[in-house]
DNA sequence: AATGAATGAGCGTTCATTCAT
DNA sequence: GATGAATGAACGCTCATTCAT
């Protein structure tokens, strides 16, 4: 087959997405080298002309998705004069990157099987910022000046409250809809959720 | 290589622990029949043999670990009379189990990530009871009853508080790790929060 | 499974029945031990106990077939005094006994292919009268004698061609039906042609 | 093993040569893909990449053979005018070419043993002319219209007569060899039934 | 007389990857 | 800059068969 365009960064960037919607799927072990160059209407060969291997590839598609979060978060404005608003600003932001990115979640699970092996290797993904964390504590920081948050708050522990809760609805959405008997992925239990995560976070900084 | 035993519930019961720790490491596409067969001092012939094929062997391993989850829940012994001790208690065993059981947490990541697509085909995983749902609710109930907790609790959101608290923090260990710059493994980080979580839930049922 | 049966040479008989419609469908190299035993209700282990191997089932149900056309062709009773009548009573029992017997037919194939490589190892088969060649030859001796018949035929080659005639139509029925574009096992198709063959084979006999 | 040449034509030739003659000698079931390979001085890996797997393989082989014979008929020219002539060429030539190709012979019975279920994939074999029936229409219509053939006679019939008499004697050769207790094969013995047949031929044909 | 447990060798096939131009 | 040809190593799985009682 001919290749579609010749220009050079298109096709990267077409076996780029490929990969990512591929590794989502079926994670590193299952991903599959020609079904991603079939995917992007290019050539197993291509990709190690690109990318150099599997798993630098791999890692690409990681340092991909962690820098487009980070792009998602910088671009947040928040008025953080009013902290218990601008948390449930940032609840429903991350909870809607969740939901709307779903490759991330499942990347990210994938990642932690392999016990963070790939993740460790990109020197890019150390080197991004993460300006959630400094967006949280400004907004904490302010909350607890007025009086409105509990005086002892730790940042890391609200982002992690915060991360959990809608993370695990909809990483482990397969399995809870078994136990729990209902489809978690309606669009009223997903927005029934999001009220319940604010409510409990807000819940857990009440002084 | 000569039998190490020919008592057939013995080879099938290491097989089934070898698969065990082997899909937790690899997930189910990167797990490898030779490496179950070498760890449990059998032969690929065998799994074939009783099991019938690699995905069978998965299911089962899946069943195992879902029906000794089961089991340590029916073991607990709580008093509900003090419903606050109670679930206390409860978070506690949740928290610890999933320390006990990475592979737990392991399996159940993987198989979000196949979208459920090897628990579904399991007859017995779906027979089975978890009574993790009605303990914590009788639990809620006596409080509410009581006055303690909110009186609109509904367990089913409670339940995926507790876990998503306790499950997020070690499923994603590695990444977050990365992300925060701890190593939230270490013996007083995990204390900490478990600390933390109890705090966080008790705080979402308050009136 | 329970056994069937305690009897040992009815699981035995099983067995040879199974094995023959297996190697029928299948060829030799194609049969398969364990379906043989499932469809007998047997085990695998069985087949061993009794016949010693697979070449060795094989070989018995060989020296079945040959023994079973023996027997019907020595049963055939012939008025040799109307030598053309007789011919055409041997000609349509030859060529119904293909038809009643396809694994004849099939296994004969199978073992052409394989360059006699089984049957020769046979002692049995060797030491099988086979009567056809006698009764055709006492009915063109008498053809001969009366004049009806050409008078230097040669018993083989009327045998080759009589058998030639029926076997291949049979033995080649899918290969043919597909260059021919007609179904040759349709009832009227197939009487049609034992016709053809009677006709042919008694033009090559005139004088 | 460094390949023997980087000619991607010769390289799959060399091995769909080198599966006729395996498939020839074993079957489509017992034929074996690395001696295929090996062969062929080549790998396993390459047959996969050239045809995908064995089955498509082995029907190629078959697309070939039939392919080959088609283009053989082709080439042959009669004259019409002189029928019994005529006839006595295409049968000559049949009986020649089942002679020189038993992997046409061998594979044609391998694939009816498998109830045509290979052939009945190609759709290259159901479009492949197969000129003999022409050309023996061509002459029987001929020899009935000079009054020197049966004025009824059916073209498949024909065929049938003469394709039956070549084919069975060599397909069957190990087990005739066995009963009849001559060697089929040599040359005087190939000779005297070429006689035969051809001798049968004409006189199913005589008014 | 009968069988459950076990196996070495090999099966067709797929993997990520490199060669050679 | 781009690609068709080629591959070693492994994959999940199946084969006929034997062990041990």
């Keep these: 087959m001919p290749p579609?365009?010749?220009?050079?960064?298109?096709?990267?960037?077409?076996?780029?997405?490929?990969?990512?919607?591929e590794f989502m799927r079926h994670g590193y072990s299952g991903g599959r080298v020609?079904?991603?160059?079939?995917?992007?209407?290019?050539?197993?060969?291509?990709?190690?002309?690109?990318?150099?291997?599997?798993?630098?590839l791999y890692?690409?598609?990681?340092?991909?998705?962690?820098?487009?979060?980070?792009?998602?978060?910088?671009?947040?404005?928040?008025?953080?004069?009013?902290?218990?608003?601008?948390l449930?600003?940032?609840?429903a932001f991350t909870w809607n990157y969740y939901l709307a990115h779903p490759e991330f979640v499942a990347l990210l699970a994938n990642e932690n099987m392999h016990r963070g092996r790939h993740i460790t290797k990109s020197v890019k993904v150390k080197q991004l910022s993460r300006p959630v964390l400094d967006i949280l504590d400004r907004i904490l920081q302010e909350g607890m000046r007025q009086g409105i948050f509990r005086p002892d708050l730790?940042?890391?522990?609200?982002?992690?409250?915060?991360?959990?809760?809608?993370?695990?609805?909809l990483s482990n959405?397969?399995?809870?809809?078994t136990f729990l008997g209902d489809d978690l992925m309606?669009?009223?239990?997903?927005?029934?959720?999001?009220?319940?995560?604010?409510?409990?976070v807000l819940a857990s900084l009440k002084p």
């Design 4 to 21: 579609v365009t010749r220009d050079a960064a298109l096709t990267r960037a077409r076996i780029l997405r490929a990969a990512r919607t």
């Design 34 to 56: 020609d079904r991603i160059s079939k995917a992007a209407k290019s050539s197993d060969r291509m990709i190690y002309y690109y990318f150099g291997s599997k798993e630098a």
């Design 59 to 86: 890692i690409e598609v990681l340092e991909g998705v962690y820098t487009e979060l980070g792009a998602a978060e910088s671009a947040l404005t928040l008025d953080v004069s009013e902290p218990e608003a601008a």
């Design 88 to 91: 449930r600003t940032l609840i």
């Design 154 to 169: 730790e940042v890391k522990k609200v982002y992690l409250t915060m991360a959990a809760l809608g993370y695990f609805y």
């Design 173 to 177: 959405r397969y399995t809870l809809s």
């Design 186 to 200: 309606k669009r009223e239990q997903c927005a029934s959720w999001q009220e319940e995560m604010t409510r409990v």
